[in-house]
């Protein structure tokens, strides 16, 4: 079955770019999706042949590089690039100054949040347990991109002066957990 | 409009990133029920700051 899976994928990848001489996405579809998907399958059909003390470091190896190749095969380079200053219709004027600048306390805690963001994936190599492992990549990089998107909105976004009742279900949310940790620390 | 950072909004995502990461380094030491209630903190303090953080932005 993973060899039959196999061939067919071998097939697709190389009938791919000559069906997308004619038509592109139909072409496209076989040699990446058909590809991908008959891929899939053969893993599928490999089970337990695929775990790790029982691959060959040099197969694994080149297939990565394979995998990377495939990837850039059916991209493009991008076109010259246009400069909208080349437009003969363009204003062309002196740079603006920007309105305001970071301070550098500002600057110091983004770049803290920055080395935050980038250590909390680190820190879930630290889990051996096959199945908690793969909880720990995903949480920590979940966490991660949470915490730079909304730690830059915090500290570099333009705020006003608080006014009126802010949004409190969320903090209420929050001190509620906090509540029930503390209630279980103590009981 | 002042470009500085909201205090409370600031503690949050600071209580956010430690929760989060402890939360990771106990599931490495074994004890997921601990790993799980400082993700879920870490999680609850984000998403507090981001609606505190929306608010103060839309003024």
Do not use: Q
Request: hydrophobic share 60%; glycine share 10%; aromatic share 10%.
């Amino acid at each position: 079955m993973a060899r039959l899976a196999a061939a067919l994928a071998a097939f697709a990848l190389l009938s791919g770019p000559w069906v997308a001489r004619r038509r592109l996405s139909l072409g496209r579809s076989i040699g990446v999706l058909g590809f991908v998907g008959l891929s899939a399958a053969a893993w599928v059909a490999l089970e337990s042949e695929l775990r790790a003390p029982r691959l060959d470091a040099v197969r694994a190896a080149l297939g990565a590089v394979a995998w990377g190749l495939f990837a850039l095969g059916w991209g493009g380079f991008p076109g010259r690039t246009h400069l909208p200053e080349d437009d003969p219709h363009a204003l062309l004027a002196a740079r603006l100054p920007p309105r305001d600048r970071l301070s550098v306390g500002l600057g110091l805690a983004f770049s803290a949040l920055l080395v935050t963001a980038l250590a909390l994936p680190l820190l879930a190599w630290r889990v051996e347990r096959a199945g908690v492992a793969l909880l720990a990549h995903a949480a920590a990089l979940a966490g991660s991109v949470a915490l730079l998107s909304v730690g830059s909105r915090v500290l570099l976004t333009a705020k006003a002066v608080a006014r009126g009742a802010a949004p409190r279900l969320w903090l209420w949310l929050f001190v509620f957990w906090f509540g029930a940790g503390v209630f279980v620390w103590l009981s | 409009m002042a470009r500085s950072a909201d205090a409370i909004s600031m503690l949050l995502v600071l209580t956010a990133a430690a929760a989060l990461g402890y939360g990771v380094w106990s599931l490495a030491d074994g004890s997921e029920a601990v790993a799980l209630y400082w993700l879920v903190f870490g999680a609850l303090s984000l998403a507090a700051a981001s609606d505190r953080e929306r608010f103060l932005a839309a003024r």
